[in-house]
């Protein structure tokens, strides 16, 4: 199934508008939330295809989010993709569980609104998930 | 009667006697074969005159001496091993390796069962060993000695399991209460996995770690160690760990990186909006969409995010020069709107761009100040910007000023997220990362230490007052002009500086910097 709901979770005002923009253009359909928490609560609320969150949000973090939805026993959003896009660098702990459950890492700073959209085409073409 | 002038025996001499009589006896041996064979050959009245035939006979008697002592090398070798192992077990001094019950020699020689025996047989004779418990601490002389050094002992069991752990030492908590081994050793090179190898494979084993950490990054009680271990098969001790805690060496350095990777943060905001926004308009530029309105916006954030940019990267340098104490400031007579003129577009840009309303009130009829007009604002931007980030969209930011005493005093008052009273005092510390840092924006903590080191360095003072969900009020002090006039004209003249000795650190009030 092609990606077509997406939800961000970013709180930097100018670069969340900035990859909304662009993903609209592109054609998908996309929701944005600024803090951490009340996108844990969106994306449990409604299936997204594809989930980008920062890592560092107010209220909660991204990779707490990630860990929320997919880490432990359970994956509650087992047809969704994630892609974790942060400026921020992990010690090694936390990014490589991060790269367990994620579909994608980028790093804000390194892409472009061009860059995210290719990607997630990439991710597109990957077989489903579930 | 026990005969006092022999020596003692010991296991260990047992060997290099048993080798030495071995070479000993085997060139004997040969040395009468040989004189048996030469006596046989002079009554046999064979010639042997011939030089050939001499040599044939010396180099067959040499080559079986070497055979012989080889073959005796080979048998005896078993004996060395077990020798070895006896001599390992019998707690004697002394530098031999221990044999290893399961090396691949073991195959030829049938030895294994019998090392191992050795072996146990030594490790179920406990009578000289003080057995070790979690639940039985040794009261003795050694745990009090222990707990007076910031070394730790650990001591574990062939499955890794904690026996014993004396009061320094890194040890957690598994989830039924008993005692675990929880530092943070990095995957290959795991405390498991080296225990796993040496239980395999040896009989004796030592390994050390360095850097290594009992709790992630960020956690206010982190301790990073080095590590000493040592197993030995059998003993009623067979893991010995020693822990030494070096936090003092290594926390500063990981502080620096931890500053690194947070500075880099910073910094990798706004060059994202500005790659970003960079390539919108390369589209744009391709096939036109937007309006002038929406053009004009993104251009203003294009131009906040550079002027961001350039500000965090003063930050970064000034904290720097701050350091190594290079940070100079020169103050001269000023008023509080000339040095606010410098910033107020950009200021005013950077709220709107971000929803904010900014609201200057700073009266006209101030006295004048004694200021560094550049680090001033750089001190003023930061406090804004702060504000702007940590409120909420629509919310107001108020500048205003008012004289207090010799002092001008500048507030930045905020309607934002509000800072918790546990963490205020540390706010202007260099590496503090504020709690809402750690739970949302990456901030350096930079932008408030440089501040309260320009501040220091007017001789003003900065503080925070802010509670929950209410806001925060930055404010900070500079002394009216009048006040200092005579000081700094006589330093001026002098060309020296005036030290002030604030709680970060000094800067010199150089008249020749910054001009």
């Known amino acids: 199934m092609p990606i077509k709901t997406v939800l961000i979770v970013e709180d930097d005002r100018f670069i969340g508008e900035m990859y909304v923009r662009s993903m609209q253009k592109a054609g998908y359909d996309v929701d944005w939330m600024i803090d951490g928490h009340d996108g844990l609560v969106a994306a449990r609320n409604k299936v997204y295809d594809l989930l980008i969150l920062d890592i560092m949000l107010p209220e909660m973090r991204g990779n707490e989010i990630l860990h929320e939805l997919r880490g432990g026993e359970g994956d509650d959003i087992p047809q969704s993709r994630v892609i974790v896009m942060t400026n921020f660098e992990q010690d090694d702990a936390s990014r490589i569980a991060m790269e367990h459950d994620a579909d994608a890492y980028l790093i804000k700073a390194e892409i472009t609104p061009r860059k995210l959209l290719e990607t997630i085409e990439q991710l597109d073409k990957l077989p489903p998930r579930a | ?515």
């Open chain 2, 1 to 515: 009667m026990v005969d006092t002038s022999q020596p003692k025996q010991h296991v260990r001499d047992f060997w290099p006697k048993a080798r030495r009589r071995g070479i000993v006896l085997t060139i004997i041996m040969e040395l009468l074969v040989a004189g048996i064979l030469t006596l046989a050959l002079f009554f046999s009245g064979i010639n042997v005159d011939n030089i050939a035939f001499a040599i044939i006979i010396i180099a067959g008697i040499a080559s079986s001496i070497g055979i012989n002592l080889i073959l005796a090398h080979m048998l005896m070798t078993p004996l060395k091993d077990l020798s070895a192992a006896l001599t390992h077990v019998s707690g004697e001094p002394s530098d031999i390796i221990p044999p290893n019950s399961s090396a691949p020699s073991r195959k030829y020689d049938g030895l294994e069962p019998l090392i191992e025996l050795i072996y146990k047989l030594s490790s179920q004779d406990t009578s000289s060993a003080t057995p070790v418990a979690a639940t039985e601490p040794t009261t003795d002389i050694v745990s009090r000695a222990l707990a007076q050094t910031d070394a730790g002992v650990i001591i574990c069991d062939e499955a890794g399991k904690v026996l014993y752990a004396s009061a320094h030492a890194p040890i957690g908590e598994a989830a039924d209460g008993s005692p675990e081994l929880t530092m943070l050793f990095e995957s290959p090179d795991t405390f498991e996995n080296w225990l796993a190898t040496a239980r395999d494979q040896q009989v004796k084993s030592s390994h050390t770690w360095q850097r290594v950490a009992d709790k992630i990054v960020g956690d206010p009680d982190r301790r990073i160690f080095d590590v000493f271990a040592n197993y030995e098969k059998g003993s009623t001790a067979p893991v010995v760990l020693i822990t030494v805690d070096r936090s003092s060496t290594y926390q500063p350095e990981d502080d620096q990186l931890d500053f690194i990777s947070f500075a880099a943060h910073e910094l990798r905001g706004p060059v994202t909006v500005i790659r970003g926004y960079l390539d919108v308009f390369r589209e744009e530029v391709e096939s036109p969409s937007m309006d002038a309105d929406e053009r004009a916006t993104l251009l203003s954030r294009l131009v906040v995010s550079a002027n961001r940019l350039s500000g965090y990267i003063t930050n970064i340098l000034n904290a720097s020069r701050h350091d190594r104490q290079h940070l100079k400031i020169n103050l001269r007579e000023y008023t509080l709107p000339q040095v606010y003129a410098a910033i107020a577009d950009d200021m005013s840009l950077r709220a709107s761009t971000q929803n904010r309303l900014l609201s200057v009130q700073i009266p006209s009829d101030l006295p004048t100040i004694a200021a560094d007009p550049s680090s001033l604002t750089e001190v003023l931007s930061n406090l804004i910007d702060n504000a702007i980030k940590y409120s909420n969209e629509g919310g107001t930011i108020t500048v205003n000023a008012s004289v207090d005493g010799e002092f001008v005093r500048v507030n930045v008052i905020d309607q934002g997220i509000g800072i918790p009273a546990n963490v205020v005092s540390n706010l202007f510390h260099k590496f503090y990362r504020s709690h809402r840092s750690r739970e949302t924006v990456a901030g350096t903590g930079i932008g408030l230490y440089i501040s309260k080191a320009i501040v220091d360095g007017h001789g003003g003072i900065i503080e925070v007052k802010s509670e929950e969900n209410k806001g925060s009020t930055f404010s900070f002090t500079v002394p009216i002009y009048a006040t200092v006039a005579e000081k700094l004209t006589a330093a001026a003249g002098a060309n020296d500086a005036i030290i002030r000795q604030g709680e970060s650190g000094w800067i010199k009030n150089h008249a020749k910097y910054r001009g």
